[in-house]
């Protein structure tokens, strides 16, 4: 069965920083790409980040371009999102996501962590 | 970027009933097309793919269809348990995903 297990979600004060992790099982993770997506909380879903099998191919979206940086480690089955300098605006669930490329979709989600900037 | 329109943002029906959503890309994504359902407090789950293929797995009761700019996500016979947040996504413009605002389904 397909596990993606999020963590290291928190409270933050803005320009602050913080590590997400998403733990990976049940599928060759070594063979998928990745995706971070969020969603403020009462709004819609925003793609992230992505991040190919390799890791060689790495997208942002507008909004963390600079900001966020995404990595992950085959070896450990883990995908990771480093957010620095963060703004109230990037207060959402984060969700990772595996990534069918033939069909542009996100096939399956993990259960999310929630990140709150505020002072 | 490709900017995703979604209609209604919510809408209120009954059990049994007909429900469509519309979905409006901002130009031509051909079927590059996705649509998602989001239950309260749970990640979303992929319901539709390709503008018009069901996932597996997804009851035959959800359908989509559309292409170019304009697509269309019914449920023929609503359920209680298809009380949900429904998403377009569109992947014609990669890298940059986007999702449709969402459609919010309530029993009337």
């Known amino acids: 069965e397909v596990q993606l297990v999020e963590s290291g979600g928190g409270l933050v004060q803005p320009g602050g920083s913080l590590r997400l992790s998403c733990a990976a099982s049940?599928?060759?993770?070594?063979?998928?790409?990745m995706n971070w997506v969020r969603q403020a909380p009462g709004k819609g879903l925003e793609w992230v980040s992505y991040?190919?099998?390799?890791?060689?191919?790495?997208y942002y979206a507008d909004s963390v371009k600079g900001r966020f940086t995404i990595s992950r480690d085959n070896a450990k089955n883990s995908l990771y999102l480093q957010m620095n300098s963060l703004r109230a605006e990037d207060t959402a669930v984060y969700y990772c996501?595996?990534?069918?490329?033939?069909?542009?979709?996100?096939?399956?989600w993990g259960q999310g962590t929630l990140v709150t900037v505020s002072s | 970027d490709i900017q995703m329109t979604q209609s209604p943002s919510s809408l209120s029906a009954s059990v049994g009933d007909r429900v469509t959503i519309t979905c409006q890309a901002s130009?031509?994504?051909?079927?590059?097309l996705n649509w998602y359902q989001q239950k309260p407090g749970k990640a979303p789950k992929l319901l539709i793919y390709?503008?018009?293929n069901l996932e597996t797995g997804v009851p035959s009761r959800f359908s989509g269809s559309g292409s170019g700019t304009d697509f269309t996500f019914t449920i023929s016979s609503l359920q209680p348990e298809d009380i949900a947040t429904y998403y377009c996504?569109?992947?014609?413009?990669?890298?940059?995903?986007?999702f449709g605002g969402g459609t919010k389904v309530e029993i009337k």
């Open positions: 991040i190919s099998s390799s890791g060689s191919t790495i």
């Open positions: 390709d503008a018009s």
């Open positions: 996504q569109q992947y014609d413009n990669l890298p940059q995903l986007t």
């Open positions: 130009q031509d994504i051909s079927n590059y």
């Open positions: 049940g599928f060759t993770f070594s063979s998928y790409e």
């Open positions: 996501a595996i990534y069918y490329y033939d069909r542009g979709s996100f096939d399956y």
